[in-house]
């Protein structure tokens, strides 16, 4: 065991989680995100976020951290950008609650394509 370096144990269990789309025993989270740049992504990024915020969890940002495999730090960042953006609206203070107008048109045709195929987790 001590052959096998942390450091690479960490970057396999990385990719895995990349390749399942989330990690084993969390709540699945449907997109992983490892990079958001364009709106489109940003606006997944946030569906993902209100809907953990809308089911109550407490820390939506660590349990989106822990899922991408990414950390805290990116991900709150992220949530940021994407207010100030448009994409997730609530009241100032709080965790944003919904998604706004803009991000809905970004998902547009979203739906339809997930109940086709069933989105991770059965959500």
Do not use: C
Request: hydrophobic share 35%; net charge positive.
């Amino acid at each position: 065991m001590r052959s096998i370096s942390l450091a690479e144990i960490r970057r396999t269990a990385k990719e895995l989680r990349a390749r399942l789309g989330h990690s084993a025993g969390e709540t699945a989270v449907a997109a992983v995100l490892h990079r958001v740049e364009t709106e489109r992504e940003y606006a997944l990024m946030a569906r993902e976020y209100v809907h953990l915020v809308q089911q109550g969890y407490r820390s939506p940002i660590t349990r989106l951290a822990s899922a991408w495999g990414l950390s805290r730090n990116t991900v709150s960042g992220r949530v940021r950008r994407a207010r100030a953006m448009g994409f997730l609206d609530g009241p100032p203070g709080k965790p944003a609650d919904r998604l706004t107008d803009k991000a809905r048109r970004q998902l547009e045709g979203d739906d339809v394509r997930d109940s086709e195929r069933g989105r991770i987790g059965g959500r």
